[in-house]
């Protein structure tokens, strides 16, 4: 099974900086990386597949780059609505597996 | 609009059976794979299964392998996971999720675009 890390595991940060998150995969995933946000009771929402394609409706300070191993998901200029947790998600091969979170909090 | 609506949850004691539905809308159901993921409380997620388009395809998560069935009803628009010997451990919120990827006869994978708002099953004596 491939598995995914994250870091950090959590991060505080102000409203107009800059965050990045790491998602590491144990094996090569080429660019099968897959983002999602999560609010407190709320379902995830897909931000960002395919490593850097942004889902329709995502504002584009979101960004994700990487590829085989290593990953990263950029938030430039944080919002307040952005405060969430984060999981990456390979989609490489099954049993399909996510990384353990990165929960963004206000500094 | 594109809707998924879970239901089926509940509190069940150890051991016991638990049938999850998910009934789909707004899309051509029988196009795309559906999955289960699960979140215990306070964690993070969990993948547990996907099925096929057509349904005969099915994969599973180590932890629910042999105790869990995935699988769909193409005219009724609905996916359902049953569970079955059910422990303290599946406690969870279950989220079903339209899957955007491919389906192999080795593997069905891909990313997750739209998701239902969950349904809680808590495992408990």
């Known amino acids: 099974d491939i598995q995914m890390t994250q870091s950090p595991s959590s991060l505080s940060a102000s409203v107009g900086d800059r965050v990045t998150i790491t998602c590491r995969a144990s094996?090569?995933?080429?660019?099968?990386l897959n983002w999602y946000q999560q609010k407190p009771g709320k379902a995830p929402k897909l931000l960002i597949y395919?490593?850097?394609s942004l889902q329709s409706g995502v504002p584009s300070r979101f960004s994700g780059r990487g590829s085989g191993t290593d990953f990263t998901l950029t938030i430039n200029s944080l919002q307040s609505e952005d405060f969430a947790t984060y999981y990456c998600?390979?989609?490489?091969?099954?049993?399909?597996?996510f990384g353990g979170g990165t929960k963004v909090e206000i500094k | 609009e594109v809707q998924l609506l879970e239901s089926g949850g509940g509190l069940v004691q150890p051991g016991g059976s638990l049938r999850l539905s998910c009934a789909a809308s707004?899309?051509?159901?029988?196009?795309?794979?559906m999955t289960w993921v699960r979140q215990a409380p306070g964690k993070g997620l969990e993948w547990v299964s996907i099925?096929?388009?057509?349904?005969?395809?099915?994969y599973y998560g180590d932890s629910v392998k042999g105790r869990f069935t995935i699988s769909r009803d193409n005219p009724k628009s609905t996916v359902y996971l049953q569970m079955n010997s059910l422990r303290a451990g599946d406690t969870a919120i279950y989220y079903c999720?339209?899957?955007?990827?491919?389906?192999?006869?080795?593997?069905?994978?891909?990313?997750?675009?739209?998701w239902g708002q969950g349904t809680l099953v808590t495992v408990s004596s």
């Open positions: 999720a339209k899957v955007l990827g491919h389906c192999t006869s080795t593997s069905c994978s891909g990313y997750f675009d739209y």
């Open positions: 707004g899309f051509t159901f029988n196009y795309y794979a």
């Open positions: 099925v096929s388009g057509n349904g005969g395809d099915t």
């Open positions: 094996q090569s995933i080429n660019t099968y």
């Open positions: 395919a490593t850097l």
């Open positions: 998600q390979q989609s490489f091969s099954t049993p399909l597996t």
